[in-house]
């Protein structure tokens, strides 16, 4: 039996009792016109915040690359000299050890921002285009420019990771930033609000801390883009804020990211992977594998591997091993617990609701109406559903929201090629799991409910950049714009189709040569045929 529609992903904070009420039209200040005295006095300070980082945009000098790399290096600056601040802060909001912190929040941070230095310069030249005849002489190509002033709204999963990671692409790109840390992690939102005015522009990059509260009075202000991540649900009312502007948004969302695990594929190993993507941070991971599609001949076979792996990671007693983390809060332990209500635990279970404690637990013969199905679960409970092979599984998946993530797992290409063609995710990846996330070739985003846009490296630099399409003529060569030109004839037609129409790729000898003689015939076929 398939499964209904799985609901909007859950699990993410900014939840529902995150209200937006009904919004009044407030324009922020543009055109550089400082507020009065008294106009600013009643500003509240999200709008200080907002009006600041648009001041200091307008001053130019975020533009400049050597300001952007001045910035980046800086950025670098903080995650090394301040590594104990950020350690001992992540420690207290989610229990994450020195290392797992250095190894899943800042060591990717520190990469993307040595590639863009690296690559900053190319990112943000011009880029040639192809032309069609009609414009061979003319220089045609795209700028990448700045958008304006970027709100970044982080999550509290991964503080550092998701949240300063779009600050690099904000900052590369030339924008302004305005950084909202999750409330949820208290230490960390504080050591961001304390530590990134000390290393970078204060005016440009500002951080606002806070709550609900705060972040309804930062999305009534006029930004040039929001960045948000967390859920769906947050999603539609983050663009709804954005709608009174029409400001684009990028949306990283989340879902129930499917795991198919092919019964000939090598077991131990991809239960080992499936067990270190699902436990990671206690499974608060957008791209966690959220459930386990396989055969039922294979089912007390994985619940056997995953548990030899947790025990190889976690020793026998996870609740005192230093990289099993916790729950964030109480709230969602008790949102992750009432999932396991209809459903039969095969290993784990153990809790402390204290200490926010829930033992890596998986769940066998789980039915597709139970509760753990209904939204993404966000934490370490991993349910295996039995399908009769990969055309059920296929059915499956498709019946649901599209995930952020899909896996598989096989030794045949053919199972492989048919789960990435006949399905969609934002994200697809064979035998391994997370690690996608970590290659910055690769655009990281969602698709329908599971986001919209994608970042990381160059795809982070031009989400956040406008890409200016560029045309410089000189007033020569009128001849070649009879064509266009009043009065229309049948002739004149046929020869703007010939040169609109013809696209062309030739090398610098091909172009001057063609130039040359489209010169001359300019010359003589236009006085011939269109006088």
């Not at 960045?227 to 947050?234: A, I, K, L, S």
Request: aromatic content about 8%; charged content about 25%; proline content about 6%.
């Amino acid at each position: 039996m398939l499964g209904p529609k799985v609901l909007p992903p859950g699990g993410w904070e900014l939840i529902p009792e995150f209200n937006l009420p009904n919004y009044s039209v407030r324009f922020s200040l543009r055109g550089g016109r400082k507020p009065t005295e008294a106009q600013h006095c009643r500003m509240s300070r999200e709008q200080k915040a907002v009006a600041r980082a648009r001041k200091a945009f307008e001053t130019g000098r975020s533009k400049p690359l050597e300001h952007r790399i001045h910035q980046l290096k800086n950025l670098q600056r903080l995650l090394t000299e301040r590594k104990k601040e950020i350690v001992d802060a992540i420690k207290k909001d989610l229990g994450k050890s020195e290392e797992g912190t250095q190894l899943y929040e800042t060591l990717g941070l520190e990469g993307e921002i040595n590639m863009a230095v690296k690559k900053l310069k190319e990112w943000a030249a011009p880029r040639p285009v192809e032309k069609n005849l009609m414009t061979l002489s003319d220089t045609v190509y795209i700028r990448p420019e700045p958008l304006g002033v970027v709100l970044i709204i982080g999550a509290w999963n991964y503080p550092w990771a998701i949240t300063i990671q779009p600050l690099i692409g904000a900052i590369a790109a030339g924008n302004a930033a305005v950084i909202k840390p999750s409330e949820v992690c208290v230490h960390t939102a504080k050591v961001m609000e304390d530590l990134l005015p000390l290393y970078i522009d204060k005016e440009l990059y500002p951080v606002v801390t806070g709550g609900v509260t705060e972040t309804q009075e930062l999305l009534r202000q006029r930004f040039d883009h929001i960045f948000y991540t967390g859920n769906g649900m947050v999603g539609k009312l983050i663009m709804e804020a954005a709608a009174k502007h029409l400001t684009p948004v990028t949306l990283e969302l989340g879902g129930k990211s499917p795991c198919y695990i092919d019964k000939n594929c090598d077991l131990t190993i991809a239960c080992r992977r499936i067990a270190w993507g699902k436990y990671t941070n206690c499974g608060q991971t957008c791209i966690a594998p959220d459930y386990i599609l396989c055969e039922p001949s294979i089912q007390n076979q994985v619940i056997e591997e995953v548990q030899k792996a947790v025990k190889e990671f976690y020793t026998d007693d996870p609740k005192s091993c230093p990289d099993y983390c916790r729950i964030i809060n109480q709230r969602h332990f008790k949102r992750i617990m009432a999932m396991l209500e209809d459903s039969t635990i095969a290993v784990g279970g153990d809790n402390d609701e204290s200490d926010c404690y829930i033992a890596p637990t998986i769940l066998k013969d789980v039915k597709p109406e139970a509760k753990v199905m209904q939204e993404e679960i966000f934490g370490p409970l991993l349910p295996i559903l039995s399908v009769s092979g990969l055309d059920e599984a296929i059915k499956f998946i498709n019946r649901g929201e599209k995930p952020l993530a899909l896996y598989v797992f096989s030794h045949d290409s053919k199972v492989i090629n048919r789960v990435r063609d006949e399905t969609s995710s934002g994200g697809l990846l064979a035998n391994d799991c997370l690690v996608h996330y970590s290659v910055s070739s690769l655009p990281f985003g969602g698709v329908g409910n599971s986001g919209m846009g994608c970042y990381h490296g160059k795809f982070s630099f031009d989400q956040l950049s406008h890409q200016r399409g560029c045309l410089i003529k000189q007033l020569k060569m009128e001849g070649m714009n009879s064509m266009r030109y009043p009065p229309h004839t049948a002739k004149k037609l046929g020869w703007a189709r010939f040169f609109i129409l013809k696209t062309v790729d030739l090398g610098w000898v091909g172009r001057m040569v063609l130039l040359a003689v489209m010169v001359v015939g300019a010359a003589v076929a236009f006085q011939h045929y269109l006088n």
